[in-house]
């Protein structure tokens, strides 16, 4: 396979050169491997506001896949500031007198998209890999009511012992609105919790014929299951695939959804979670039995459709409880290791919405934000392939050079996937040298039709490196290729760990001393 390569523009020293020209050699054989014949690549690696000192096709442009999650990460950084912390307040619309609230409890959401079980102890955000957000995924660590559990244990303490009224979410500071988050149905709104979805887990039966068992988290009432998955003999042919059917809204805004499948006697449990198409009213639900479970009498109101937020209450002695957030660079932690797309497009919602003070149409406040930002890196606001998610290797690394001078780069940089360590890099290089040093976001994309077609599989890496002498290369690595269907994931695979040979050979030989 013959590759190009683009030399710096500058004169360096032999030793730069002899070590530059062993890196270039190093890309040779990685993208040479027989499982990337007539694949595309493209890279530049540099020092921030430096020429690169490698370059491979650097101004074609590539599909980006996640990896511009760091533009909507820079964005968020940049507009509310690492520190920034969100804030959901919980008012009452009357007297208390005896215990009694005459009145509403209403909650207002905020824009936290981390109300559920991510907080550790010392205020961190846990973010596994894998997401269970994606479908298939095992169900979140810790409570998805633990936020909620703690307002409503403020509430009481508050000494309010019986909710007159009804329970409310004050879902205004933007529209739900339904989105496709990575082509997974998702409804943005001001009110995560849990992520908006509902974990499923599926047991399938000991013996074929039974039904199997579902256990739903958080089971507060808001969607009926109905049970149509069944267990079949293991080593069969295969059988129906888990779908929701039927999926109807209630009179009260609660859901009715069928499930079918097919699942293996005596196979391990799945997980297919629900995503929640109304988030507000899910909220009044979960928040509702969290306050009976706290030994206030409390109970959602018993229609749909949004609550009418009453902002005359909303001041500090009516204010019975509130949750505030960990900071920015947490949460954004969500959306960059292991690749949340759910919170990438709630991103743009909370930016648009809280910095770009446009509640009525976020999105575009979102756009009008992120091109002053490349603006102020001195970059094209609306580049070409942008509307496609595509860029080239010279756009990332510029945009990464122009973040390497924000005070903010050191929360920045922990944020992203840790190479060897966290996220969509722990089981990428990671027993190589340069495991821990590489802070980057990692892109993977693929079009196609069916099983029986080609898949154009796209995969990308951008960030930061470490290097042992304390200084640091940005880089941005992309691969296209075309490949049967049944090879891509194996291939898209083989990418991955072959970008991390390519930033582990960069971490060894391009230092400053090169």
Do not use: C
């Not at 961190?124 to 409570?143: F, I, L, N, Q």
């Not at 849990?194 to 399938?204: F, K, W």
């Not at 267990?231 to 779908?243: C, E, S, Y």
Request: charged share 20%; aromatic share 8%.
């Amino acid at each position: 396979m013959t590759t190009a390569l683009v030399a710096p523009a500058v004169a360096r020293p032999a030793a730069a050169t002899g070590a530059e020209d062993e890196f270039a050699a190093a890309v040779r054989d990685i993208v040479g491997r027989p499982e990337f014949a007539g694949a595309r690549w493209g890279a530049v690696i540099g020092r921030p506001g430096a020429d690169p000192v490698y370059a491979l096709r650097p101004d074609e442009l590539f599909a980006a896949g996640s990896s511009s999650k760091i533009f909507i990460a820079a964005t968020a950084y940049s507009s509310l500031g690492p520190d920034h912390r969100f804030r959901t307040p919980v008012y009452r619309t009357g007297p208390v007198e005896d215990g009694v609230l005459h009145g509403d409890l209403v909650l207002v959401a905020g824009g936290d998209l981390v109300l559920g079980g991510r907080i550790q102890p010392d205020g961190s955000v846990w973010a596994p890999e894998p997401d269970h957000t994606y479908p298939g995924r095992p169900p979140a660590p810790g409570d998805p009511l633990a936020v909620l559990r703690t307002l409503a244990a403020e509430v009481a303490a508050a000494g309010i012992t019986r909710v007159g009224g009804h329970v409310l979410v004050d879902a205004s500071l933007y529209a739900e609105t339904p989105e496709s988050a990575g082509g997974v149905a998702m409804t943005v709104s001001p009110l995560t919790l849990n992520d908006n979805v509902i974990d499923v887990t599926i047991t399938p039966g000991g013996s074929p014929g039974g039904r199997a068992r579902l256990t739903i988290s958080p089971d507060v009432g808001y969607v009926s299951i109905v049970n149509e998955v069944a267990t079949v003999a293991a080593g069969g042919p295969p059988g129906r695939p888990l779908r929701y059917t039927g999926d109807a809204e209630n009179a009260d805004g609660t859901r009715t959804v069928t499930l079918t499948g097919d699942l293996p006697a005596g196979a391990p449990d799945f997980h297919w979670n629900y995503p929640v198409p109304g988030p507000a009213r899910f909220g009044e639900l979960a928040f509702a039995r969290a306050l009976r479970e706290a030994g206030v009498e409390a109970r959602a109101r018993p229609s749909s459709g949004p609550a009418a937020p009453a902002p005359e209450h909303y001041t500090r002695p009516k204010r019975v409880a509130e949750h505030v957030s960990p900071p920015l660079s947490e949460v954004v932690k969500v959306m960059l290791k292991p690749s949340s797309n759910v919170h990438a497009t709630g991103w743009q919602y909370v930016i648009g919405a809280l910095a770009g003070h446009d509640r009525d149409d976020p999105l575009a406040g979102y756009a009008r934000l992120r091109q002053r930002l490349f603006r102020r890196a001195g970059l094209d606001t609306d580049p070409p392939g942008g509307a496609d998610n595509d860029y080239t290797p010279t756009f990332f690394v510029d945009f990464l050079s122009f973040l390497s001078r924000q005070r903010w780069l050191p929360e920045f940089r922990p944020s992203l996937a840790i190479l060897g360590r966290d996220g969509t890099l722990t089981d990428v290089s990671a027993d190589s040298p340069a495991a821990g040093h590489v802070f980057a976001k990692t892109g993977t994309s693929h079009r196609g039709g069916g099983p029986d077609t080609d898949q154009d599989l796209a995969k990308a890496l951008a960030g930061f490196i470490e290097r042992p002498g304390g200084d640091s290369l940005l880089f941005g690595v992309f691969m296209e290729h075309t490949v049967p269907a049944a090879d891509a994931t194996k291939v898209q695979q083989l990418a991955g760990q072959a970008i991390g040979d390519i930033v582990t050979a960069a971490y060894l030989l391009l230092g400053e001393e090169a």
